[in-house]
């Protein structure tokens, strides 16, 4: 049993949520590259994407969602353009070989694209931009989502129809600037903080849901333990509903998988299509020129007098550096609920020694 509700290192959630996993069959390898990405979701204050996702994830193993002993596949590997095909397989370990392939023919060429299909789900997809940022390269992400129930409704109407289809946009460390991250959800919230709203009992802010009559509501419990009644609003009206089509187009439909569309199966998994560019930013512009502008840029940016003077003008990924850094120093909080299902798993499959 995982004890006490605490304050958990980095380390001991990667062992919980690994042991976990191999558990109920997942190759050892494959189950630290899933929990390691499930923890540092955690890790940098997104725990709709970290560990809280395994009950999920242990559930679609149990019904066969996910395909425990696949490697990817090459579809394509023309010099820029790569295409690959997880197989119904893990999401992170596949995404992070083909992206690392894809790192390696941008630093050749500048500039690079990959698709990845039928992967189980992608999770926080800023750790992708992440791990290239760290490599020195600039990448766009966008992701479509499907064998699941559909999430969000289009602009103007009622019910949902596409995922949360996240987009993303690294730009990596210069001298003066910090990596930029832009990581969101084309819905105004993600579903995974709908649940975690529901988990805690609190309501969710007004204007991010419908409830199964089409209808506004700030009640989150119809998205509560998974169960999907009603949707979620796409972010900026029909701006952030053209992205979530476009996710569909670009992720769905160039890599091959297919998109949301009804006449492919939904049986209840998570499965996410990405298709991803990846550029070398000195391929583009001097080095020395893009890091004095950059930070001239985001002088000028922050010192708009905020609003609210607790709240200052910050640059895309600042919260999620802040976040790391006071879970490194703090450790990760996890609420009851979620420990007390990691606990109820545990117990399930048998497993000692969490504590
Ligand atoms: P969010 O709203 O918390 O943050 C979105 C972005 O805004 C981040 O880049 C963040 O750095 C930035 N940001 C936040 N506050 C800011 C501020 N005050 N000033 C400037 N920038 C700010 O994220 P979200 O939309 O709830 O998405 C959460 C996570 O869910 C993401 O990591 C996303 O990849 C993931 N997701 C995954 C899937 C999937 O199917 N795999 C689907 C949807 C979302």
Known sequence: MISEPS?????????????????VGCREKDARIVARHLVDANMVGHDSHGVGMLPAYLAHIKKGLVELDVELEWLNRMPALLQADARGGWGAP?????????????????LSCCTL??????????????????????????????????????FRGSDARFGTNPICIGFPETAKNPPFLLDMATSIIALGKVRVAANKGVTVPPGTLLNDQGMPTTDPSGMAGFEIKGALTPFARHKGYGLAYACEILAGVLSRSGTIQPEHVRRGGIQNSMFSIILSPQAFADENWMDEEMAALGEYVTQSPPMDWDSPVLIPGAPERAWRGKREREGIPLDKKTVDQLNTLAEKLGVDGLT
Do not use: M, W
């Open 7 to 23: 304050r958990f290192s980095f380390d001991r959630l990667l062992d919980i949520s690994a042991v976990l996993l191999q558990a």
């Open 94 to 110: 596949a995404a992070y070989t083909a992206l690392d392939e894809a790192a390696a023919k941008a630093n050749e060429l500048g």
């Open 117 to 154: 299909a039928n992967a189980h789900h992608l999770g926080r997809i800023g750790a992708y931009a992440e791990h290239l940022s760290a490599r020195g390269l600039a990448s766009l992400h966008f992701v479509n989502v499907y064998d699941h129930t559909p999430l969000v409704a289009p």
